[in-house]
């Protein structure tokens, strides 16, 4: 059980370093204005025109950093520093956040895989929900005694984690892709200046180390519970 916990511990404080980080680069660049005085939502609305993207609309959203791409609705949704900022670090992440749109439009790979994924994913999480309630209850010794419901329970918690990690695996592609379709077509398009894109794939850059420490959390946590098994059919 420290064992786990420790992982958990571990990669909570590496995920708040890095989003404390990324908030503070966030609003480093946010304080700067582009040269071409556009919007998010005006950096989004063109880089959609240009990729072909007609269908897509573009929306506000409450909250600090919660910009995303729903691909069921097609929408963009900007927060509202984003929406109106006019800023490199708005430009950042209303472009990162089209390049998904993107995505959706050319049927990239590794976004159609992770959409397969969302629906075991919710399964996955509502079980070690679960799991992890019963085990911080006093349902981890039963994972340690080698009984038969123990075991059972424990390959439940792998196939869950294994879910788990390969969800977050198959994002990094999808994340780091999104930011180098927005990055080149800012670069291509002369969206921003020379300056204005080393701030913008900086921002970017925080942003997608997010989703490297969440991917590692689940690979490490899968890795707990193998290890346990098989330490278990050794014995």
């Known amino acids: 059980m420290n064992g786990i916990i420790l992982i958990s511990l571990v990669f909570m404080a590496a995920g708040w370093l890095v989003s404390r980080r990324l908030k503070s680069k966030f609003a480093e660049y946010s304080k700067i204005g582009l040269s ?35 691909p069921l609705d097609k929408t963009v949704n900007l927060s509202g520093d984003v929406y109106h900022g006019r800023s490199a ?7 990162h956040e089209c390049g ?23 399964i996955a999480s509502k079980v070690m929900g679960m799991a992890n ?25 792998i196939a869950a984690n294994a879910a788990i990690a390969a969800f977050a695996t198959i994002t990094l592609p999808v994340e780091f892709d999104a930011s180098n379709r927005a990055l080149k077509w800012m670069e291509t398009r002369n969206v ?24 590692l959390g689940a690979i490490a946590n899968l890795a707990y519970y193998v290890m346990m098994f098989l330490g278990r059919r050794d014995d």
């Open 36 to 70: 071409n005085g556009l919007s998010g939502a005006e950096i989004a609305q063109k880089m959609l025109n240009d990729n072909g993207i007609y269908d897509v609309k573009i929306t506000q959203v409450e909250g600090q950093l919660t910009d995303h791409y729903n």
């Open 89 to 95: 670090a708005a430009a950042a992440v209303a472009a």
């Open 100 to 122: 998904h749109a993107v995505q959706h439009a050319t049927a990239y790979a590794a976004l159609k895989m992770r959409s397969t994924l969302v629906p075991a994913v919710n």
């Open 133 to 157: 309630m019963f085990l911080f209850m006093g349902g981890f010794y039963l994972l340690t005694q080698g009984s038969a419901l123990g075991n059972m329970l424990l390959l439940v918690l």
């Open 192 to 215: 921003v200046s020379q300056r204005e894109h080393a701030m913008a794939k900086d921002a970017l850059k925080w942003a997608a180390m997010t989703y490297v420490v969440s991917a």
